[in-house]
């Protein structure tokens, strides 16, 4: 059943975002900053660990996990180490998808050449 509802989830943020995409004037980055802001906001008031907990691997896929783990860190390591933590926090969690990211995009940048 947590198969089925990871899939579910992930599917549902996917069509979410199609919708927004099709139907107004808005880019994939623009739909992909609200993502952010979503699972950030999410997370704020513990939505977003609940969801995690019902549908499992589904949750920490899209995009919306993102926003979720920046929040997540920033406040673990504020109530550790105060304002300096809040500062710090969010890029411990994220740290090796943004490096991963880097890496990669740096490799596919050596074979592949962007298209005006």
Do not use: R
Not at 59 to 75: D, K, R
């Amino acid at each position: 059943m947590i198969y089925l509802n990871s899939f579910l989830f992930a599917g549902a943020v996917c069509l979410l975002g199609q919708i927004i995409l099709d139907n107004t004037k808005l880019t994939a980055g623009h739909i992909t900053s609200i993502f952010v802001c979503l699972g950030a906001f999410l997370d704020i008031f513990n939505i977003y660990d609940k969801i995690v907990t019902v549908v499992g691997g589904g949750a920490m896929v899209p995009i919306t996990s993102f926003g979720h783990l920046l929040i997540h860190g920033a406040l673990a390591q504020a109530e550790q180490y105060g304002f300096i933590g809040l500062l710090t926090g969010m890029f411990n969690l994220t740290a090796s998808g943004i490096t991963a990211a880097i890496i990669f995009t740096f490799i596919f940048s050596l074979f592949f050449k962007p298209k005006d």
